[in-house]
């Protein structure tokens, strides 16, 4: 793997202002860091999503702290370089200011993250202020809020009526004041977010499935290469269909086991004929 020099906070902030879009992914595990590493994306944000993508539950709300910890302690082995968020799960930051700086602080200590990210507009500020004042970067999340999709009304697009667009507008602005670095917007319409983006002077702004305008993008790295096939998002383009082609190696592999066909010569390992002649006569002995 080549060399690469870390991404830090600086580094995203000269690329909003020389206008040169920011790269970010989700990363669930170390196999894949790498990977990621070595393509130069600039952010990984090991998200709550593990919940679905790695764990198979059926939504983000069971995922835990704990399981936040293992997964991005992996994800950070492999991306040593790369600016690295840890999503903060259910009601782990919503009850107090209290409870959403310590468990913040969990994903810096024992994760070595570089940032955290929570969901929630102005009702979240006090949230934010208090974890960035506790020295720790934060990103927001607005428009489609996965921890928030039951009051939601399922996921869907957020921002299409012009009170609710106005409301996301304001909710960034208020979480731009509370300190975050950067805010994700997902799933609201591009104009709103080209808006937003404008608006913006403190704070990257993310977008997921909200138009071109942000000053950067983020991509489920699951759907992007067809490796989660209970759900294909719009926004989510297929940049290699790599479910199909593992699909297609199991298949040949119980073919081939059943078929007796493997494995070969090749693929296991013998003894010397002196020596397994005396194994023989060791038996004998028996």
Known sequence: MSERKKVTLSTLFKKKADGTLITMLTCYDYPT??????????????????????????????????????????????????FLVGDMPYMTYQPSVESAIRNAGRFMAEASCDAIKLEGGAEMADRVAGVVA??????????????????????????????????????ARALEEAG???????????????????????????????GPHADGQLLIYHDMFGLYPKFKPRMAKVYADAGQVILNGLKEYVDEVTGKTFPQPENWFGM????YQELLGLLDED
């Open 33 to 82: 860091a790498p990977f990621q590493a070595e393509a130069g994306v600039d952010m990984v944000l090991v998200g709550d999503s593990l919940g679905m993508t790695m764990l198979g539950y059926d939504s983000t709300l069971p995922v835990t702290m704990d399981d936040m910890m293992r997964h991005a302690q992996a994800v950070r082995r492999g991306t040593p370089n790369a």
């Open 272 to 275: 010397k004929d002196e020596e």
């Open 134 to 171: 506790a020295g720790i970067p934060t990103m927001g999340h607005l428009g489609l809020t996965p921890q928030s999709v039951s009051a939601l009304g399922g996921f869907r697009v957020q921002g299409r009526g012009a009170l609710q667009a106005r409301k996301i507008i304001d909710d």
């Open 180 to 210: 975050t670095f950067a805010i994700l917007l997902e799933m609201v319409p591009d104009r709103v977010c080209r808006i937003i983006t404008e608006r913006a002077r403190d704070c990257v702004i993310i977008g997921r499935g909200s």
